[in-house]
């Protein structure tokens, strides 16, 4: 009886002490700080009320809405709820009263009593939704004009869930949720039906926290300390409009409101030694949703706005970590363990904003400070965090402290955009946003099967349109001014010692600014659009995996994509004026350095990469068809996308080998101007940084199918800019160029005593395609300058590897291809006048297979180079061919008697000393054995039409090409001057006396040979069919692809 009226009164206690907090105080400020819930079932719902000074413009004057401040709340029901459930937590309860007068039997043995029947798993829910409208002027026919005030909100909730599930079955489980959703409506002006709203400064302040922490334990247990967390903070806001509708007026001049969301906290169980325990899954979601100082005027209506704001969401936190202090989102352990420690956090800070836009119909809208021409007045920041790193470990276990945690940041916006049907809209945007999603990631599968693995995306966007007037039959110009900065997700990092299927990491982080910013476009009327930013935008952080003596352990995976996809600086109009400028400068990074470990493992330490670095770009384009269109654009983009890949396959099977396909490149169009019966110019500055992979170094010792690198490395380049086209128009193009894109690095390995090992199979492949500098008219004018700087480096052929070459272990082949193809400085003219300037600085490493420049390098009468193609067969590329020198000569005439002194009048004239005198002659009927005297030209000079003697050409000899002839000098031997000095009085050889006889020489032979000596016919290469041929023809092409 006495433990019943203890645990009764402690009952009454708990019971009337959650009541009392969940009637709480009936204001839009609170801030309570409760114990643990007793109950294992905790859900409320709270939305505090603060209306205030709002007003409604009726024909009859104007009506101010009382204030009124009220708490809305679920807690009086669910204290109940909640009372009841932790009564019945102990199974005596009142239960014993009515056993107290039954006979008692002895009992054998003593039961401990269960103090908690629902054995701490719990399910605990808070969603608050704190509501705030104030300043706000509505006019219906009437005038409503509000003075704003000075106005705030806060609500402010800290609920930790701390229970236990170690050592016991299906306990210690939590399910938990904390929701802060604000909404704020303030400060906007309202005109309908002739009616106006108005109002005039004031500002609104609101702050939501629904935060708690999470804690837990399912050690030595089944099914227990799982939890299943969500947290989320999306903030409404709707702020500083001016809307107007039927000759009616609206405004909203310089409000300021700002908004901040918190909810959740960081989450911690353990799974130690337990089966399907200590598993956390949490889902931090930060989304503000904001809709502020825009204005729209409709039907002959008109609205202004000047106003501002500020948005703050953050989902989840952070606490020290046992990872050297990391702070910590998420952390659980599944060391000895089997499907437990597991980890997942769906990880997302997008943005929905729409700030500062005009748009009319058959009206006027205006935003920012845009009708003075000034600095806008209009300023919105937004800054949306959620979760954090995720932390795991199972050594030794089973299916367990695998990790899945995607973060995902994307602000999607609107800002600084006009647009008109008939009318006139006008708008100026100065804008600032932070997104941040999740952090990296750390996990150990060390002894153990299926246990430590990370499969990860991380995705950092930007769509958005800022600084864009468009109208039709009207005026329209948007200005904006954006500093956005986005990062997804960081480093993953696991290990897989000793281990199977363990220590594997998959990433795919994508980083993709996409946006259209600075266009001005007009269909009859004027458009106008300028825009300037500066983007940051990350996605992963690289990844690294350890693994010695493991089997299918600690591969690595990644496909790191930036791609910035972007128009800006763009104008264009159809029977009107399009006017476009911008200035961009982004950066764009996804994924960094990866490494993994094979050594002594089978099918373990692969590395499989493909990043992608591609902007796609058009800007500084104007172009018009019965109008005037101009783009002015400078851009500075740098692109960015994995990094160097190290591992190591030393004794190991199918290990350590790298798989790469690297791509970096860039596709542009900009500086062109198009007219058509119009108008058209264009200017741009083009600034591009392109990088995609890095080195590749892993070692293949004594390894089978190991330490091998295997890629194919494209490096595309397609631009088109500084070209002018125009049809009955004048158009002019201005680009400079300056494009630096670098693909791949040095690959690096070993196959040292190994099979199959140590291998490069690698194909660089530069592909470079630019159109710049051209001009083409057509009844018209146009003047083109493309001043291009283009830099392409795809690989590095300083390769490196080692191996004795059996078991075809150590070979390299590297074999670079490629193309460039460019036309530039070409102007066409049809009855127009067309200039055309193109300076032009080009480098591609390696040097590409094809080259073709068409334009001011090139005449029309020249052909292409094929630097990388080889031409026929040096006698190095063909050994078995003799040299022309060591073909037996001609007996030479040391052996001939020679005339000393030939009678005859001397000869007139004093002789060149470098000519031999003709009294060294050797006889004249010799003349004919001299080496080479059909390779010498004839001399047209001598008197009476005398030519020197030519020799015939060498009869070819059976399987070696004739000897040239007369006439037939190689191209590349330097030419003979064709008119050597000669005396113009040298006598002819008929003038010369005979010589009659010579005395004969003993031993020496009185008559030349007339026929050559024949050789062995020696089989060429080009010329063999048979059997030995088809094999030297097949070694001496393999041979040339393989170096050592």
Known sequence: MQTWAKRGLQTALVTGGLLMLGTGIASADENVNPDTPASPLDLNVTVPIDEANNAIGTPLGQVDLPAHHNEISTKPVTSAVKGALASAKTPGGSAGSLTDSLPKADAPRQLTPTHDAFKGNKVNGDVVV????????????????????NHTQTYSHNQDVATDGKYSGLAGNVVALDYALPVQIAGNGVGLAGGSGAVKGGSAHQSTTETGNVDTTGQGSGLSGNVV???????????????SWILGNAYSGGYNADTTATSGGSMKSNGKGAAGSGNVVGAPIALPVKFNGNAGGVWGSDADSTSSSSADAKAGDTRPGSLNGTPTYLETDGDHSFLSGNAGAAQASPVANVASVAGSWIGNATTGQAL?????????????????????SGNDAAGSANVVDPAVA???EACGVGGTYIGRAVAQCDNTTTATSGDGSYTRGNGSTLTGNIVNTQIAGAPEVHGIGGSHIGNASGTSTETKTVTAGNYDGSQGNDSSGSGNIVQVPVAAPAEVFGVGGSFIGQGAGNGSET??????????????????SSNLGTVPVSTPVQLFGIGGAFVGQGHGKASNDTTSTAGQDVHATGTKGAGAGNIVEAPVSLPLQGHGVGGAVAGIGTGMADNLTDSKAGGNAGTDGKDGALAGNIVKAPLAGAGTIFGDGLAGGALGHGTATNDITSTAGGDALTNGDGGAVAGDIVGVDPAPVAQIFGDAVSVAGVSSGDGINNTVVKDAGKDTTSGVEGSLSGDILDFPVPAVAQIFGDSVAVGGVAHAVGDNVTKVTDGNDATSTDGSGEALSGFDYYHPMGALVQIFGVPLEVLGVATAEAPNSTTVDPEPAIDVPF????????????????????????????????????????GLPTATTLPGPALPGAQRADVPQVSGLSALGQLNQLKGASLLPSVSGLQNGVHLPSAPAVPSLPGVPALPGAGAERADVPAVPAQLPVKTSLPTLNQLPAVAALPAVPGAPTTLPTTMPTAPAVPAIGDATGPLGAFQK?????TSFFKK
């Open 410 to 412: 994307l602000p999607v």
């Open 229 to 243: 967390g969500g947290q989320f903070a999306t903030p409404v806001q709707v702020t500083g409009n001016a809307a």
């Open 855 to 894: 334009g001011g390098e090139m005449g029309a009468d020249q052909l292409p180079a094929l630097p990388a193609v080889p031409g026929l067969p040096g006698r190095s590329a063909t050994p078995s061919l003799p040299s022309a020198p060591s073909l037996p000569g001609l007996p030479g005439l040391s």
């Open 130 to 149: 704190p509501i705030q409208i104030v300043d706000n002027a509505v006019g219906v026919i009437g005038d409503a004009h509000v003075q704003g005030g």
């Open 372 to 392: 003075d021409r000034q600095a806008s007045s209009s300023t919105h920041e937004t800054t949306a965090t959620s979760g954090g790193f995720v932390k795991t």
């Open 1034 to 1038: 097949l070694a001496a092409k393999v």
């Open 535 to 552: 983007k940051v935008v990350k996605a992963g952080g690289g990844g690294n995996t350890q693994d010695d003596n493991g089997f299918l």
